[in-house]
């Protein structure tokens, strides 16, 4: 497990960085077939770019109001458009095509930079995996947005191979004894169940730790 002494923190620049590699490589598929699965997804290509966009601007968001929420989420409306669909805030003008969509992500992208640039590391507000800091909420924006580019890239057959060490930095803060194998991005999509990782099960389900480390190291 690590600790505050041993890691790197996950800052806005990360942030601002993963979305900005995804929406390079996604640009590569525009013209691709936005309707088909997006890797072992039950959502197709859109539904997934829409679904991280919408992870985005909720974390931002929840570190918004002057008391932000330690027991749920802002009240913002989540709806699914179809029945088995994502549940988001945010969706996507469909007439606006993907290069729209890629917006949409951009944008959001950069709410969620902006939030944990200006916030205080003091804050704290809720998640389902933990009471998290804007560390945490950074961390978890560039799990979603390396992981479900990852999803989408198989969709829509594009190369995507996010840097190593932005792995290792989002693996120190929200996972939890993950093997030390060099290949970090492999690391990552084991833990989240997406590839198989030499001498270890698979990891049928999976979570991540939003607590703060120092907050752990207290309790």
Same mark, same amino acid.
């Given at each position: 497990?690590?600790? !505050?002494?041993?890691?790197?923190?996950?800052?806005?620049?990360?942030? !601002? $960085?993963?979305?900005? #590699?995804?929406?390079?490589? #996604?640009?590569? +598929?525009?013209?691709?077939?936005?309707?088909?699965?997006?890797?072992?997804? /039950?959502?197709?290509?859109?539904?997934?770019?829409?679904?991280?966009?919408?992870?985005?601007?909720?974390?931002?968001?929840?570190? +918004?109001?002057?008391?932000?929420?330690?027991? *749920?989420?802002?009240?913002?409306?989540?709806?699914?458009?179809?029945?088995? +669909?994502? $549940?988001?805030?945010?969706?996507?003008?469909?007439?606006?095509?993907?290069?729209?969509? #890629?917006?949409?992500?951009?944008?959001?992208?950069? #709410?969620?930079?902006?939030?944990?640039?200006?916030?205080?590391?003091?804050?704290?507000?809720? $998640?389902?995996? *933990?009471?998290?800091?804007? !560390? +945490?909420?950074?961390?978890? *924006?560039?799990?979603?947005?390396?992981? $479900?580019?990852?999803?989408?890239?198989?969709?829509?057959?594009?190369?995507?191979?996010?840097?190593?060490?932005?792995?290792?930095?989002?693996?120190?803060?929200?996972?939890?004894?993950?093997?030390?194998?060099?290949?970090?991005?492999?690391?990552?999509?084991?833990?989240? *169940?997406?590839? !198989?990782?030499? /001498?270890?099960?698979?990891?049928?389900?999976?979570?991540?730790?939003?607590?703060?480390?120092?907050?752990?190291?207290?309790?």
């Amino acid at each position: 497990m690590s600790d !505050e002494t041993s890691r790197t923190p996950v800052t806005a620049a990360d942030v !601002e $960085h993963s979305v900005r #590699l995804s929406v390079t490589a #996604l640009r590569a +598929g525009l013209a691709g077939d936005w309707s088909v699965k997006a890797g072992s997804l /039950d959502w197709d290509c859109w539904e997934t770019v829409e679904h991280l966009s919408d992870d985005l601007f909720a974390y931002a968001v929840q570190l +918004g109001p002057q008391q932000p929420p330690l027991d *749920g989420d802002v009240p913002y409306l989540w709806e699914a458009k179809r029945p088995g +669909g994502p $549940h988001n805030a945010v969706h996507a003008d469909r007439a606006a095509g993907p290069a729209g969509l #890629l917006q949409t992500l951009e944008a959001s992208g950069a #709410l969620l930079t902006a939030m944990v640039r200006t916030a205080s590391p003091d804050v704290r507000a809720y $998640h389902g995996f *933990g009471i998290s800091d804007p !560390e +945490g909420f950074a961390a978890m *924006g560039v799990v979603e947005t390396l992981l $479900h580019t990852y999803d989408v890239a198989q969709g829509l057959d594009v190369a995507w191979a996010p840097p190593l060490g932005l792995c290792d930095r989002v693996l120190a803060r929200l996972f939890r004894e993950v093997p030390t194998d060099p290949d970090r991005w492999r690391v990552l999509l084991w833990a989240t *169940g997406r590839a !198989e990782l030499a /001498d270890q099960p698979h990891q049928d389900s999976w979570r991540w730790y939003g607590e703060p480390l120092s907050d752990a190291a207290r309790s």
